[in-house]
């Protein structure tokens, strides 16, 4: 059964440090303990910044990672289309397909599943992966271009 309404237990310790950074108590878990417990630096700044100026945090990092989950499986998409470019298959449609089967396969996996609703970093982390993957490879076609080109 899915379940939607779901925060990782390690998102609440984001979260405490995020509104002690933002009150100004420091970087801390429980005001006076120097303990660092947050996984992510970034992560604790940015919903800190959300929460002093007036988010519910809570909501806001679960609204962040569905929608950096969502901008991942698109990436996905075009990753697996530019991957597929040079194939040389005559049927783009058969491409076409594959590209969202590849998008509809990660959507219904459980672990995908779990951390887009988390309220964590990660699938801010999984979208500038795949996205960082997706430039290489255009980079990666375009040198070949180039020097297939200078070679001539």
Known sequence: MLKINFIQDDTYITLQYA????????????????????????????????Y????????F???????????????TYLLFLEVTKGSGSSNKNYLLLFSFLSVLITSL???????????????????????????????KLELMILLGNASN
């Open 19 to 50: 509104k002690n950074f933002a009150n100004d108590n420091g970087l801390v878990f429980n005001i006076g303990e120097k303990v660092e417990g947050f996984t992510s630096l970034f992560w604790v700044i940015f919903l800190g910044t959300a």
């Open 52 to 59: 002093k100026v007036g988010f519910n945090i809570e909501i």
């Open 109 to 139: 996996s459980g672990t995908f599943y779990y951390w887009a609703v988390s309220g964590m970093e990660t699938s801010l982390f999984t979208m500038v992966y795949i996205t960082i993957i997706l430039l290489q490879q255009q980079i």
């Open 61 to 75: 990092s679960q609204i962040l990672s569905v929608g950096f989950s969502i901008i991942s499986l698109i990436v």
